[in-house]
């Protein structure tokens, strides 16, 4: 299979945010900016692929910056790391007020996705090429993610497992609950 590089698949989208997209507020749903990081994933990762692809995980979608109607967000994809079928998106998000002149980096998040071949089944991607030091940190940082994410639901499965709510009553002290349980 013929490499590519990150440059290859490089993707922007770039969306007015209307009335439409927006609470009583005046601010944009979450679920718009989720809609818009799952296509310009989809965009960049089907490009890089060369075929259909699916979403499969995401991480790291945290809202730090409210986003306003009339503002442009740009979402700026690249493909940071490629498995087997499996590629990781970064999308960076930025929401720019035009006539203030002011952008605000509002989240940066990570979409797994799979190629999938004709059967629907996981599909070979190409390989990636790491052409600057910035491409190949966020290689090793999508790998470092990868085996920590492993960790983390290891670990949670772990105390699922082992959790005894009776034992576990005093975590609830602090917390602002009534216990109303027979
Ligand atoms: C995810 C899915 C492709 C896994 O298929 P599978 O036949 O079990 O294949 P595998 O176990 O070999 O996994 C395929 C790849 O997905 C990765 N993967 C699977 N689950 C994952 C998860 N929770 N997070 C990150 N990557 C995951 C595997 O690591 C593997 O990567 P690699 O090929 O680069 O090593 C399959 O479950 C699927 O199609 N899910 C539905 C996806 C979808 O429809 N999304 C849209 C939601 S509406």
Same mark, same amino acid.
């Given at each position: 299979?013929?490499?590519?590089?990150?440059?290859?698949? @490089?993707?922007?989208?770039?969306?007015?945010?209307?009335?439409?997209?927006?609470?009583?507020g005046?601010?944009i749903? &979450? &679920?718009?900016?989720?809609?818009?990081?799952?296509k310009?994933?989809?965009?960049?990762?089907?490009?890089?692929?060369?075929?259909?692809?699916?979403?499969?995980?995401?991480?790291?979608?945290?809202?730090?910056?409210?986003?306003?109607?009339?503002e442009?967000?740009?979402?700026?994809?690249?493909?940071?790391?490629?498995?087997?079928?499996s590629?990781?998106?970064?999308?960076?998000?930025?929401?720019?007020?035009?006539?203030?002149?002011?952008?605000?980096?509002?989240?940066?998040?990570?979409?797994?996705?799979?190629?999938?071949?004709e059967?629907n089944?996981?599909?070979?991607?190409?390989?990636?090429?790491?052409?600057?030091k910035?491409?190949?940190?966020?290689?090793?940082?999508?790998?470092?993610? @990868?085996?920590?994410?492993?960790?983390?639901?290891?670990?949670?499965?772990?105390?699922?497992?082992?959790?005894?709510?009776?034992?576990?009553?005093?975590?609830?002290?602090?917390?602002?609950?009534?216990?109303?349980i027979?």
């Amino acid at each position: 299979m013929e490499p590519k590089s990150v440059s290859f698949s @490089k993707t922007t989208l770039t969306e007015l945010m209307i009335p439409a997209y927006a609470n009583f507020g005046g601010k944009i749903h &979450g &679920g718009i900016l989720l809609s818009l990081m799952d296509k310009v994933a989809y965009a960049c990762a089907s490009k890089h692929a060369g075929s259909y692809v699916v979403t499969v995980s995401v991480e790291g979608v945290d809202f730090l910056q409210p986003v306003n109607v009339g503002e442009l967000v740009s979402l700026h994809a690249s493909i940071n790391y490629v498995g087997k079928s499996s590629m990781v998106v970064g999308i960076k998000v930025i929401s720019e007020d035009v006539k203030l002149g002011l952008a605000k980096h509002t989240n940066t998040s990570y979409f797994t996705m799979v190629a999938k071949n004709e059967q629907n089944e996981a599909a070979q991607v190409p390989p990636l090429i790491l052409e600057n030091k910035e491409e190949v940190r966020r290689f090793l940082e999508a790998i470092k993610r @990868k085996n920590i994410k492993q960790q983390n639901k290891e670990a949670l499965n772990n105390e699922k497992n082992r959790l005894n709510i009776e034992n576990e009553l005093p975590m609830l002290d602090g917390e602002r609950v009534i216990l109303n349980i027979n």
